[in-house]
């Protein structure tokens, strides 16, 4: 428990000592009411104070402002009928204090879980100067300055190992428990811990770009984003408590009056109070406090399993979604290209090999990477002039002064070069120097272990149809996909064909069913923005992609996304649950309560108990565990 929490329980444990101590001693009116309003106090002064401050800022209508008239009244008619019960003052302030902290500790456990992510920001970053380690602060650390980070410490900015071997902790990031190695070359992003070896990493990015930085924003920014269910509830709030403060005047007032009319005796004590009880009861604390406090549980236990979600409005998108498009390289795949051959060349391998990495040297594709790796050779940058990108098709470059040509067949269509398909499955790069065909090279990715896992638990998790879109050639698109047990998919796809492609899906979709679309790279961010929910893979991801997501899965596993789905049909299954429940329980109490048939005590157990209630249901959506085994088979 917190400092602010274990006072809080100090004071209902005090108070509540005095009120039931003070119901067995005979002491003298005036001490036994001097101590009774002590014991109110002790336990209600902070609901007084926010309820005058509610006033003074003109937001008079809240739970506050309800307590504080009622239990204020409950107290005025035991004075005035010098009755010295003050007990049911006490226990509305107690048990609706009672139900703050359930509520307290409930956000405090979720807020622990998103706020684990916290801990990775790091202090500060250790630079090397003159032999010696000097701590500076994060964000004044340049693009390219050389960092050591010791055992025990978090990677403060995202960079590449140039010194050194080490395990590093993700868990705080992916909710992967087991360390992942890092020697010379590897990327590293911050927020991971080191914990063997001492690492010497050049920086890629400036602090406030690094992923540490991106995540921390993702998580601070969730909150502001609502839900329909979310914002429903705030407006009922906003509307339903006047028009009860309102129905509790008019019954206070109008009985009585009526009642002298004609000719009876007007009993006003009986019906203030009943007007009192009727306001405790209307109170919306189960609805206003369980609804967002489910979903910020739901929030808190997506993250611990390393699943972003950016907000609660999201969450109730997931929960809704019945189509899943996926990008295919680096979603599916590993996005770990290899060069597995080369064919039809008229020159030697070697330099056919050495033409294309070349060419392809400014390129950060997975697949220009791939035939740098297998050249071998540092590349010389200086040799390669006039390079120009052609989207979709590949690109042109001069190379010692020779045009080298090297993309897709769609580029050699363009370039009217006749060319020789191949009759091996993968991704084929056609060469052609000076115009003329010089052979292709065939390059092959590997599908991650888990993608195939994966399309089965989103079907048994009540997805209807799973559809792959890539630019790669038909045959590896088909194969990948049947090899899956992806539904649908479409091939050779330009990134603006892709936006077509979910457009054409949103609009052959049921209504009410929505599309979340996979993806990891630059080109994938205009359809991340336009599907139902977008969903990126963080640990390898690119910034624009994970920007333009709503939900971040954070060891670009694809069996999180199941996950994601189930967390969130759960979410909004309890928030359903308490609406239902708080609305049904407190109708009916008001119903009593407006015809005197109900005392304080139900007026307690319809505000606070029913809080309770609905508070212990929402912490439900913090626990995941059995919903992992469902999504990992």
Request: hydrophobic share 45%.
């Amino acid at each position: 428990m917190t400092k602010k929490q274990t006072i809080m329980l100090v004071r209902i444990l005090i108070a509540a000592a005095m009120m039931i101590a003070l119901n067995f001693l005979a002491l003298p009116m005036g001490l036994s009411t001097a101590l009774y309003m002590a014991a109110y106090l002790i336990i209600g002064y902070d609901i007084l104070r926010k309820a005058v401050k509610g006033i003074l800022n003109g937001q008079v209508f809240d739970e506050n402002f309800l307590m504080a008239v009622a239990t204020i009244g409950a107290i005025a008619l035991a004075i005035y009928e010098k009755s010295g019960d003050y007990n049911e003052a006490i226990a509305v302030m107690l048990f609706y204090q009672v139900g703050e902290l359930f509520q307290s500790y409930a956000v405090g456990k979720s807020r622990r879980n998103i706020t684990a992510l916290m801990d990775i920001r790091p202090d500060y970053a250790n630079i090397e100067r003159n032999g010696q380690l000097e701590k500076v602060d994060p964000d004044e650390v340049e693009i390219g300055t050389v960092i050591v980070v010791q055992p025990g410490e978090k990677v403060p900015i995202d960079g590449i190992i140039i010194e050194g071997n080490s395990a590093l902790n993700t868990s705080a990031l992916t909710g992967e428990s087991l360390p992942r190695e890092a020697a010379v070359d590897d990327e590293v992003i911050s927020g991971c811990i080191n914990m063997t070896g001492v690492l010497k990493i050049r920086t890629t990015k400036e602090f406030g770009e690094s992923t540490v930085s991106k995540i921390l924003e993702l998580v601070e920014e969730s909150s502001s984003r609502k839900s329909k269910s979310e914002d429903f509830i705030s407006k009922f709030a906003k509307v339903y408590t006047p028009l009860v403060c309102i129905a509790a005047l008019l019954l206070a007032v109008l009985p009585p009056i009526g009642n002298m009319l004609m000719g009876n005796p007007a009993n006003w004590a009986n019906w203030i109070y009943s007007a009192l009880t009727f306001l405790v009861i209307s109170c919306p604390c189960a609805l206003v406090v369980s609804v967002p406090l489910s979903f910020f549980a739901g929030i808190g236990g997506a993250s611990k399993e390393g699943v972003l979600i950016k907000g609660s409005n999201y969450m109730e998108t997931l929960s809704q979604t019945k189509v899943v498009v996926f990008d295919k390289t680096g979603t599916l795949t590993q996005g770990v290209f290899e060069v597995n051959g080369i064919h039809h060349n008229t020159m030697e391998e070697e330099k056919l090999l050495e033409y294309a990495a070349l060419a392809e040297c400014s390129s950060s594709h997975p697949i220009s990477k791939s035939l740098q790796r297998a050249y071998g050779k540092e590349i010389d940058r200086s040799r390669v002039t006039d390079i120009e990108e052609i989207s979709g098709h590949g690109l042109i470059a001069k190379v010692d002064g020779v045009e080298v040509a090297a993309g897709n067949a769609k580029l050699m269509q363009r370039l009217a070069i006749p060319y020789a398909d191949c009759s091996s499955v993968g991704t084929i790069i056609h060469v052609a120097i000076n115009g003329e065909y010089a052979g292709h090279i065939l390059i092959s990715d590997i599908e991650k272990p888990n993608s195939k896992a994966a399309i089965s638990a989103l079907k048994k998790a009540g997805v209807e149809k799973t559809v792959m879109l890539t630019g790669d050639a038909k045959r590896v698109a088909d194969r990948v996909a049947a090899d899956l047990g992806v539904d649908e998919v479409h091939s050779e796809l330009l990134p603006g064909d892709k936006v077509t492609q979910v457009e054409k899906l949103l609009a052959a979709k049921p209504p009410k069913a929505k599309l979340a679309f996979v993806g990891d790279g630059i080109n994938d961010a205009p359809v991340l923005s336009r599907a139902d929910v977008g969903i990126a893979m963080g640990a390898l991801g690119s910034d624009a992609a994970i920007e333009a997501a709503d939900v971040v899965l954070m060891d670009d596993d694809p069996a999180k996304i199941a996950l994601a789905m189930r967390i969130a049909r759960r979410t909004l299954r309890i928030v359903y649950e308490n609406i239902v429940f708080a609305l049904a329980v407190k109708f009916a109490c008001l119903l009593l309560g407006a015809i005197g048939m109900a005392s304080m005590w139900t007026a307690i157990f319809a505000d606070v108990g029913v809080m309770v209630i609905a508070v212990l249901n929402a912490t439900r959506a913090l626990y995941t565990k059995d919903l992992v085994r469902k999504s990992h088979p």
